[in-house]
């Protein structure tokens, strides 16, 4: 591989030395900081530009038909969870959507009753969530200057493994949450069942199928994300184990191995261990001062 590494250092802020693993991929083996566990890309930043291509379109990250109603329940279900944990009513809450693609989580959250808006990078996206009339910045959080303390609930689905500096996005979010407020994010869980049996066969590790994964997370890195943020930990899940990606195999290997992974994905859940991450965060009131 030639030019610089996109990735220099932990994404969550420590100061440990990246080391090999040994999960390798096309760009390198992944890294895995000495400190907290997690792993990160050796791409360069032209390859990660690259790939982020494959969200820059007018759907986004839209499911397809086949897909829409499962991602419509859990969707619905992370609502619940955090207007459960957050002690409110949907009407109560307003919410932001970072990087919300196309809309399809922010136009449920709106069909729930809640005052919501979003914000995405992917100019071709953003327009397609407008033109089905939500209210959607274009750009990043930092570009989108909302003032202190504006929001009850940030979401952020499936994006700070895309992200080289985590720790400046989640401190955004902080100063933009009302003391408090919570913050919801999903992730891969790099230390799950599903990514010790596949490793390199797991698609969340691919650069360019999944549109530029680069950073991976484990409970302790996340943990240590937000708390170096401004927050609190008040509830952390983990769902699901797969044991072959489809295609990898022939079709009854596949299909044995979907039924031994369903038979898994109980005690992954009830072990922390599942390869979905949903983290549950409360933003710490500032510091007093003095």
Same mark, same amino acid.
């Given at each position: 591989?030639?030019?610089?590494?996109?990735?220099?250092?932990?994404?969550? *802020?420590?100061?440990?030395?990246?080391?090999?693993?040994?999960?390798?991929?096309?760009?390198?083996?992944?890294?895995?900081?000495?400190?907290?566990?997690?792993?990160?890309?050796?791409?360069?930043?032209?390859?990660?530009?690259?790939?982020l291509?494959?969200?820059?379109?007018?759907? *986004?990250?839209?499911?397809?038909?086949?897909?829409?109603?499962?991602?419509?329940?859990?969707?619905?279900?992370?609502?619940?969870?955090?207007?459960d944990?957050?002690?409110?009513?949907?009407s109560?809450?307003?919410?932001?959507?970072?990087?919300?693609?196309?809309?399809?989580?922010?136009?449920?959250?709106?069909?729930?009753?809640?005052?919501?808006? *979003?914000?995405?990078i992917?100019?071709?996206?953003a327009?397609?969530?407008?033109?089905?009339?939500?209210?959607?910045?274009?750009?990043?959080?930092?570009?989108a200057?909302?003032?202190?303390?504006?929001?009850d609930?940030?979401?952020?689905?499936?994006?700070?493994?895309?992200?080289r500096?985590p720790?400046?996005?989640?401190?955004?979010?902080?100063?933009?949450?009302r003391?408090?407020?919570?913050?919801?994010?999903?992730?891969p869980?790099?230390? +799950?069942?599903?990514?010790?049996?596949?490793?390199?066969?797991?698609?969340?590790?691919?650069?360019?199928?999944?549109?530029?994964?680069? +950073?991976?997370?484990?409970?302790?890195?996340?943990?240590?994300?937000?708390?170096?943020?401004?927050?609190?930990?008040?509830?952390?899940?983990?769902?699901?184990?797969r044991?072959?990606?489809k295609?990898?195999?022939?079709?009854?290997?596949?299909?044995?191995?979907?039924?031994?992974? *369903?038979?898994?994905?109980?005690?992954?859940?009830?072990?922390?261990?599942?390869?979905?991450f949903?983290?549950?965060?409360?933003?710490?009131?500032?510091?007093?001062?003095?």
């Amino acid at each position: 591989m030639s030019g610089q590494r996109y990735i220099e250092r932990c994404p969550v *802020g420590c100061e440990a030395a990246l080391e090999p693993s040994a999960i390798r991929v096309p760009e390198g083996p992944l890294l895995r900081c000495a400190a907290c566990g997690q792993l990160v890309s050796q791409c360069t930043e032209a390859e990660y530009r690259d790939a982020l291509l494959k969200w820059d379109t007018t759907s *986004g990250t839209r499911p397809d038909e086949r897909s829409s109603a499962r991602h419509e329940q859990m969707s619905r279900r992370r609502v619940e969870t955090l207007l459960d944990v957050a002690g409110k009513t949907a009407s109560e809450t307003r919410l932001l959507d970072v990087g919300c693609s196309s809309g399809a989580f922010l136009a449920m959250v709106r069909r729930q009753g809640m005052e919501a808006e *979003g914000v995405e990078i992917s100019p071709q996206a953003a327009q397609t969530a407008r033109e089905a009339g939500l209210k959607v910045f274009t750009g990043t959080l930092g570009d989108a200057r909302f003032p202190d303390a504006s929001f009850d609930a940030i979401t952020l689905i499936e994006l700070i493994e895309h992200l080289r500096d985590p720790l400046a996005l989640l401190a955004e979010c902080r100063r933009i949450l009302r003391p408090g407020g919570m913050l919801m994010a999903t992730t891969p869980n790099g230390e +799950s069942w599903t990514a010790r049996a596949m490793g390199a066969r797991w698609e969340v590790f691919s650069l360019r199928a999944m549109g530029g994964h680069v +950073s991976f997370f484990n409970p302790r890195s996340l943990y240590l994300l937000a708390e170096r943020a401004g927050f609190e930990l008040a509830r952390l899940e983990t769902r699901h184990v797969r044991l072959v990606e489809k295609g990898q195999f022939p079709k009854p290997v596949y299909l044995l191995a979907k039924l031994a992974a *369903g038979v898994l994905d109980t005690p992954a859940r009830l072990a922390g261990a599942g390869h979905d991450f949903t983290a549950f965060f409360r933003a710490k009131a500032p510091p007093v001062a003095r």
